[in-house]
């Protein structure tokens, strides 16, 4: 089934499944339980809202909010009326927030008030936000900002006629979102993408999953990150499965919501699962609901395909590939493939979509030789936004897209991937960039020059570790630094590591030569 030509939109997607699947559990969050009508009422009731808010079609709105029910129906409203989101990380520090609502020109933010002590709004304060009309809080403690319910009830007005107007004149073509993502300049870039290649991606991606209707899906993963939006939300209203919301990864809180809502989709980092087996309380759970998962993101052992399927009784584990500058979706493997293609592997090309590996003259690799990741198709972003030459360096004249990933392809089109975009390494299931962590870095008094790899860590596959040279006449402290990033940056990109040294390792041209930078993390 193409999802892009029988519903075009995610707003037209969401009203076909109140229509197909009706009273049947959309939502359900702590006491708040929605039906598939009763979401698409709400995400109606928010596009009234944003209406009279001003919003208008090809505005942005920023959703800046952990996994909760109201999450799904702002995205839903604001699409409704033309409009593009652009999520915001949960961990990012107010400065980091500002660049992207700037950046974005976004005209509102939706937040809330108080997630994990986290204030906010008040985050934002003494920021430059010239586009910024209105900031509208969810669940609101403090009185900062416009409540969800006062901006609900400004909608009150708007005629039902308006909202229809609204929604008929959003296309396939239309941009959805804009999500920013760090590269190796250091600056957060804004990825658009269009309604109608993400429901055609997640119309497969939910297929290829085998989700299904009445399957209850827990979404851990961020709604603010692709994999937690479109895989999550957009995935769900494909096939009619219930979201349970999980605001905070917490395996404990996992594997009690699995027991008590029956749960039989859990998609996550393979250390959700290797928690899942080791932990020592796992046998107080009834875990036997679980029927599918989906995992990625880091290196897998054959082992753990294999007790996901024995010890937890799941009967489809797949693995998969994706980047946002192709939609989140590029790859994946089969129900049918064996234990160790799925370890070893991300899949094959989704249908509609060329994959091939190259060598640095472009020219395609044989089968088991490394190059390049390069993807072609339906899925590829239409650009950075306002960014045309930072688009042309991701794709080139024939509109192949160069994700900067190396690895190689067998001879069934499997790819392993062997690198990630160069430096970037992989906190938890978090992209971390080192360009922008060492510009964010360089900021503090005491560092004269800083360098960032990834390093091994048995929790979260890879941490950071900063290699610093002091600043003229300073003395720093590893520990002040490490306290410091804490403060001024989401917590995945602070560094866990900082060595204090004369000189960092440089080639002829002054580039920092980051490969010996690795030897001596490995040697200490």
Same mark, same amino acid.
């Given at each position: 089934?193409?999802?892009?030509?029988?519903?075009?939109?995610?707003?037209?997607?969401?009203?076909?499944?109140?229509?197909?699947?009706?009273?049947?559990?959309?939502?359900?969050?702590?006491?708040?339980?929605?039906?598939?009508?009763?979401?698409?009422?709400?995400?109606?009731?928010?596009?009234?809202?944003?209406?009279?808010?001003?919003?208008?079609?090809?505005?942005?709105?920023?959703?800046?909010?952990?996994?909760?029910?109201?999450?799904?129906?702002?995205?839903?409203?604001?699409?409704?009326?033309?409009?593009?989101?652009?999520?915001?990380?949960?961990?990012?520090?107010?400065?980091?927030?500002?660049? =992207? !609502? #700037?950046?974005?020109?976004?005209?509102?933010?939706?937040? /809330? *008030?108080?997630? +994990? @002590?986290?204030?906010? $709004?008040?985050?934002?304060?003494?920021?430059?936000?010239?586009?910024?009309?209105?900031?509208? =809080? !969810? #669940?609101?403690?403090?009185?900062?900002?416009?409540?969800? /319910? *006062?901006?609900? +009830? @400004?909608?009150?007005? $708007?005629?039902?006629?308006?909202?229809?107007?609204?929604?008929?004149?959003?296309?396939?073509?239309?941009?959805?979102?804009?999500?920013?993502?760090?590269?190796?300049?250091?600056?957060?870039?804004?990825?658009?993408?269009?309604?109608?290649?993400?429901?055609?991606?997640?119309?497969?991606?939910?297929?290829?999953?085998?989700?299904?209707?009445?399957?209850?899906?827990?979404?851990?993963?961020?709604?603010?990150?692709?994999?937690?939006?479109?895989?999550?939300?957009?995935?769900?209203?494909?096939?009619?499965?219930?979201?349970?919301?999980?605001?905070?990864?917490?395996?404990?809180?996992?594997?009690?919501?699995?027991?008590?809502?029956?749960?039989?989709?859990?998609?996550?980092?393979?250390?959700?699962?290797?928690?899942?087996?080791?932990?020592?309380?796992?046998?107080?759970?009834?875990?036997?609901?679980?029927?599918?998962?989906?995992?990625?993101?880091?290196?897998?052992?054959?082992?753990?395909?294999?007790?996901?399927?024995?010890?937890?009784?799941?009967?489809?584990?797949?693995?998969?590939?994706?980047?946002?500058?192709?939609?989140?979706?590029?790859?994946?493997?089969?129900?049918?493939?064996?234990?160790?293609?799925?370890?070893?592997?991300?899949?094959?090309?989704?249908?509609?979509?060329?994959?091939?590996?190259?060598?640095?003259?472009?020219?395609?690799?044989?089968?088991?030789?490394?190059?390049?990741?390069?993807?072609?198709?339906?899925?590829?972003?239409?650009?950075?936004?306002?960014?045309?030459?930072?688009?042309?360096?991701?794709?080139?004249?024939?509109?192949?897209?160069?994700?900067?990933?190396?690895?190689?392809?067998?001879?069934?089109?499997?790819?392993?991937?062997?690198?990630?975009?160069?430096?970037?390494?992989?906190?938890?299931?978090?992209?971390?960039?080192?360009?922008?962590?060492?510009?964010?870095?360089?900021?503090?008094?005491?560092?004269?020059?800083?360098?960032?790899?990834?390093?091994?860590?048995?929790?979260?596959?890879?941490?950071?570790?900063?290699?610093?040279?002091?600043?003229?006449?300073?003395?720093?402290?590893?520990?002040?630094?490490?306290?410091?990033?804490?403060?001024?940056?989401?917590?995945?990109?602070?560094?866990?590591?900082?060595?204090?040294?004369?000189?960092?390792?440089?080639?002829?041209?002054?580039?920092?030569?980051?490969?010996?930078?690795?030897?001596?993390?490995?040697?200490?």
């Amino acid at each position: 089934m193409r999802g892009d030509l029988e519903w075009g939109t995610i707003p037209n997607l969401a009203r076909s499944a109140a229509e197909r699947f009706g009273e049947d559990e959309a939502i359900v969050d702590g006491e708040i339980r929605l039906s598939f009508v009763d979401l698409w009422i709400e995400a109606r009731a928010a596009a009234k809202a944003y209406v009279a808010a001003g919003i208008e079609p090809g505005d942005r709105v920023a959703l800046w909010a952990p996994n909760i029910w109201e999450w799904p129906v702002a995205l839903l409203g604001l699409h409704a009326v033309g409009a593009a989101v652009v999520p915001l990380n949960t961990r990012f520090k107010g400065g980091e927030a500002a660049y =992207v !609502l #700037r950046r974005s020109r976004a005209k509102l933010l939706v937040t /809330i *008030d108080g997630f +994990l @002590g986290n204030d906010y $709004v008040a985050m934002l304060e003494g920021e430059d936000l010239p586009d910024l009309r209105d900031t509208v =809080v !969810l #669940r609101p403690e403090g009185r900062a900002g416009t409540s969800w /319910i *006062d901006f609900l +009830l @400004g909608g009150a007005s $708007v005629d039902d006629s308006t909202i229809d107007e609204r929604l008929a004149a959003v296309g396939p073509d239309d941009v959805s979102d804009i999500m920013f993502t760090s590269g190796t300049t250091g600056a957060p870039k804004g990825v658009v993408a269009h309604h109608g290649p993400t429901v055609r991606a997640f119309t497969e991606w939910a297929e290829l999953v085998g989700l299904r209707r009445g399957d209850r899906y827990l979404v851990i993963n961020p709604f603010f990150h692709s994999f937690g939006y479109r895989a999550g939300i957009v995935s769900s209203l494909v096939a009619g499965a219930t979201m349970i919301p999980q605001a905070v990864f917490d395996v404990p809180e996992a594997m009690r919501n699995i027991a008590a809502h029956r749960i039989t989709m859990l998609p996550g980092a393979p250390a959700i699962y290797q928690t899942l087996l080791n932990h020592p309380d796992r046998a107080e759970h009834d875990l036997s609901s679980l029927r599918l998962a989906v995992t990625g993101a880091a290196a897998i052992p054959v082992s753990l395909i294999e007790q996901m399927w024995s010890d937890l009784g799941i009967e489809t584990v797949l693995t998969a590939y994706g980047l946002t500058e192709a939609t989140g979706f590029v790859t994946s493997c089969r129900a049918e493939d064996d234990a160790r293609t799925i370890a070893e592997t991300s899949g094959r090309a989704i249908d509609g979509v060329e994959v091939r590996i190259v060598d640095d003259d472009g020219v395609e690799q044989q089968p088991g030789d490394p190059g390049e990741i390069v993807v072609r198709g339906y899925n590829v972003m239409a650009g950075y936004f306002e960014d045309p030459e930072q688009t042309a360096e991701a794709i080139d004249a024939d509109g192949w897209l160069h994700t900067g990933d190396i690895g190689w392809m067998d001879e069934r089109g499997y790819i392993r991937i062997t690198d990630r975009k160069k430096d970037m390494y992989i906190v938890g299931g978090f992209n971390a960039y080192p360009a922008e962590i060492e510009n964010l870095l360089s900021r503090h008094p005491d560092i004269g020059q800083v360098a960032v790899i990834g390093v091994p860590d048995q929790r979260l596959g890879e941490v950071g570790m900063a290699f610093v040279v002091p600043a003229a006449g300073h003395s720093p402290d590893p520990d002040e630094i490490i306290a410091w990033a804490r403060e001024h940056m989401a917590n995945y990109k602070a560094p866990t590591y900082v060595r204090i040294v004369d000189a960092l390792p440089l080639n002829p041209a002054g580039k920092v030569l980051k490969y010996q930078l690795r030897e001596e993390a490995l040697r200490a």
